[in-house]
């Protein structure tokens, strides 16, 4: 695939796609920040654990 098939792909692609509307944007972004929770308290829960296993021993 030589560069100018590249380009011209993401021309196309970029034609193709559309642009979101509020209701899909607030859907998305309210996964992200679930999920980008979700990761914290996953976090702090393994550091509150080994926190009290170094406590102890």
């Known amino acids: 695939m030589g560069l100018s098939e590249l380009i011209k792909s993401i ?6 796609s559309k642009k979101s509307g509020r209701d899909e944007y607030l859907l998305y972004l309210k996964l992200t920040l ?15 654990i080994s926190s009290v296993i170094k406590l102890y021993f």
């Open 34 to 48: 679930l999920g980008l929770a979700a990761v914290g308290v996953i976090g702090f829960i393994i550091k509150l």
């Open 11 to 16: 021309i196309q692609m970029l034609k193709l």
